[in-house]
């Protein structure tokens, strides 16, 4: 996906949470649910029709804010609807935790289908490793957090932690995560020095 094409989605993603906050404030919570729910369909329609693909994690997001907005609209408790933001974190740990489990994991997966893809001679596959589980961590418990967020805080606090905030938090996260891969990269760097000093005195 090109820059343009991600700046776009990265606004447009927060529609569905915007419209319902909006409506919320402003009509019954009925409306509010079904305009987060148009905005929803609206949201996929786009990105299917500007990157002529739709990501797996927008059609998990998709579905799920459809299920939980169809039992907000059940039992008019717009709850279901705000608890999405915390099903689709600890989903996305969940999916990475297996990923982990059964390979190398997505980071590391992602990267090699770059098409200047790291050598791994000179950045070593389990530094993205170390970096997807840390990232498990930030999505899991973000995840989490957002469920006391749903249940305990108004809408307004929900909009902010459902888009700036968490962005704010990721940003962060990889601040202090770029910090580390620096340092671990830096010991590895002397570590294979030491192993290659070591190996040219054998006989």
């Known amino acids: 996906m090109s820059k343009v094409s991600q700046k776009n989605f990265f606004l447009i993603s927060f529609l569905p949470a915007i419209a319902y906050w909006y409506l919320e404030e402003n009509y019954p919570i009925r409306i509010a649910i079904t305009g987060g729910l148009i905005l929803a369909v609206a949201e996929i329609l786009f990105e299917r029709f500007y990157t002529k693909h739709i990501h797996t994690l927008s059609k998990f997001n998709f579905f799920l804010i459809a299920f939980l907005g169809g039992i907000s609209l059940l039992g008019e408790d717009g709850v279901w609807f705000r608890l999405q933001p915390a099903f689709t974190g600890v989903g996305i740990a969940t999916f990475m935790i297996y ?57 307004d606090q929900w909009l902010f932690f459902k888009t700036l905030g968490f962005y704010i938090a990721f940003g962060l996260f990889m601040v202090f995560e770029l910090i580390y891969m620096r340092m671990t990269l830096k010991k590895w760097h002397k570590a294979q020095q030491a192993s290659a000093v070591l190996k040219s005195f054998k006989p």
Request: hydrophobic content about 50%.
């Open 99 to 155: 990923r982990l489990i059964a390979g190398e994991g997505l980071m590391w997966e992602m990267m090699e289908c770059m098409p200047n893809k790291p050598d791994p001679e000179k950045v070593p596959p389990f530094l993205f490793k170390n970096m997807e589980k840390h990232m498990v961590l930030l999505f899991g418990g973000y995840g989490l957090f957002m469920v006391f967020v749903a249940l305990k805080l108004n809408t």
